[in-house]
T-cell receptor, first 114, second 110 residues
Framework: DAGVIQSPRHEVTEMGQEVTLRCKPI?????LFWYRQTMMRGLELLIY????????DSGMPEDRFSAKMPNASFSTLKIQPSEPRDSAVYFC????????????FGSGTQLSVL | EDQVTQSPEALRLQEGESSSLNCSYT??????LFWYRQDPGKGPEFLFT???AGEEKEKERLKATLTKKESFLHITAPKPEDSATYLC???????????FGSGTQLTVLP
């Protein structure tokens, strides 16, 4: 199994630009999670999906952030417009169910907003 | 509110020098406590899940234990390849998903 695949690995953009991060979960996993990691705040859950349906988006910082999961094998996290404080590593993770068992993380996208 | 506190923030050991990492927590009904390892530039990798006080799990040089207030990750005779950040996370009865601690950055010197 290839594991959770994220793209791009690195993204550098200017303030105000739209940023789209992509994730392919492990085949057969029903739940997908988007996390953000910073030195100050650690790992924070942004949103998670179960069977392609958003279940909890309470961690999404504001309306500039949106996430979609059009099918079981693809999800996007979009930031529009981006701001320097959005700079962080964004991780996607998947699990077999949404019951809180172990998560499988991708390698992350390092986002820098200048 | 569920809280997870890890200590120390950083730990440097000589190869072969055993030690323990601590994860203290307050939670309303623990459903599980998780340990993950994170290498630089990578996502966290699952190590263990503990479900009840008194439970222990082992994997190679690592052993995780759980009490009602804290969990320990014991590292016996560590090697340089054990260098990583170790994260603990808890799942409570009231939360849908994991709450992560800030991690302990472990460096094992040859």
């Amino acid at each position: 199994d290839a594991g959770v695949i994220q793209s791009p690995r690195h993204e550098v953009t200017e303030m105000g630009q739209e940023v789209t991060l992509r994730c392919k979960p492990i085949s057969g996993h029903n739940s997908l999670f988007w996390y953000r990691q910073t030195m100050m705040r650690g790992l924070e859950l942004l949103i998670y999906f179960n069977n392609n349906v958003p279940i909890d988006d309470s961690g999404m910082p504001e309306d500039r952030f949106s996430a979609k999961m059009p099918n079981a094998s693809f999800s996007t996290l979009k930031i529009q417009p981006s701001e320097p404080r959005d700079s962080a590593v964004y991780f996607c993770a998947s699990s077999r169910t949404g019951g809180g068992e172990k998560l499988f993380f991708g390698s992350g996208t390092q986002l820098s907003v200048l | 509110e569920d809280q997870v506190t890890q200590s120390p923030e950083a730990l440097r050991l000589q190869e072969g020098e055993s030690s323990s990492l601590n994860c203290s927590y307050t939670v309303s009904g623990l459903r599980g406590l998780f340990w993950y390892r994170q290498d630089p530039g990578k996502g966290p990798e699952f190590l263990f899940t503990l479900y009840s006080a008194g439970e222990e799990k082992e994997k190679e040089r690592l052993k995780a234990t759980l009490t009602k207030k804290e969990s320990f990750l014991h590292i016996t005779a560590p090697k340089p390849e054990d260098s990583a950040t170790y994260l603990c996370a808890l799942l409570s009865g009231s939360a849908r998903q994991l709450t992560f601690g800030s991690g302990t950055q472990l460096t094992v010197l040859p």
